[in-house]
């Protein structure tokens, strides 16, 4: 499936490079979301943005930057970050938010993020 | 008390048997319930959604309790690729969309 893609998919980067993960969706969706997964812990939500406005940000420290110029569009801009920040970053799309069947999300394959 | 809970397993279970899952969660407010899989190494996907009058597809059952706030899912005559972890997903709504994921129940099916 190319629903919603990622790039790239996996990455290392020292503690004061500054990268971007980029998600693309194609499933003409309204709202995209960034998550990180980090291991044996589940999946949490970072940031929501529904046509193109933020609609959460939970407790993400600034050191994670997003952008989404457009619906189909969303990217992590990332800077300084700590060896913590090791996660697989996974994006994700749906219709719309607030119930029912427009709140089902697909996701894309996930950017591997090691940071040294 | 977690917003969502599963039990982690790994539930160990042999082809051909049925198996099930439960998930609680703690919003009395929440209004969207989701089962997605996940391979390892993959993304998650959607399995099914869960809706109050239960679902069903194929091998599969979802039940939603809104009185005792938990949701189950059933998998009668497991195969050998059902083996992945199966995340329960519980949403709320209001203007914004608040999205809690289970740490997820690992299930590997014993040929």
């Known amino acids: 499936e190319t629903g919603v893609t990622q790039t790239p998919r996996h990455l290392v980067m020292g503690m004061t490079n500054k990268k971007s993960l980029k998600c693309e969706q194609h499933?003409?969706?309204?709202?995209m979301y960034w998550y990180k997964q980090s291991a044996k812990k589940p999946l949490e939500l970072m940031f929501v943005y529904n046509f193109k406005e933020q609609t959460e940000n939970n407790s993400v420290p600034s050191r994670f930057s997003p952008e989404c110029p457009n619906s189909s569009h969303l990217f992590l801009h990332l800077h300084t970050l700590q060896p913590e920040d090791s996660a697989l970053y996974l994006c994700a799309s749906s219709q719309g938010i607030g119930g029912g069947k427009k709140e089902t999300q697909y996701f894309g394959p996930g950017t591997r993020l090691l940071v040294l | 008390r977690k917003e969502v809970e599963q039990d982690p397993g790994p539930f160990n279970v042999p082809e051909g048997a049925t198996v099930a899952f439960n998930c609680t969660y703690s919003n009395s407010a929440s209004q969207s319930f989701f089962w997605y899989r996940q391979d390892c190494r993959k993304e998650p996907k959607l399995l099914m959604s869960?809706?109050?009058s239960g679902n069903e597809d194929g091998r599969f059952t979802a039940q939603l309790n809104r009185a005792s706030q938990y949701i189950s899912l059933l998998i009668r005559d497991s195969k050998l690729s059902d083996s992945a972890t199966y995340l329960c997903v519980v949403t709320s709504g209001g203007g914004y969309q608040k999205v809690t994921f289970g740490t997820g129940t690992k299930l590997q099916v014993i040929p």
């Open positions: 499933l003409g969706h309204n709202a």
């Open positions: 869960v809706y109050s």
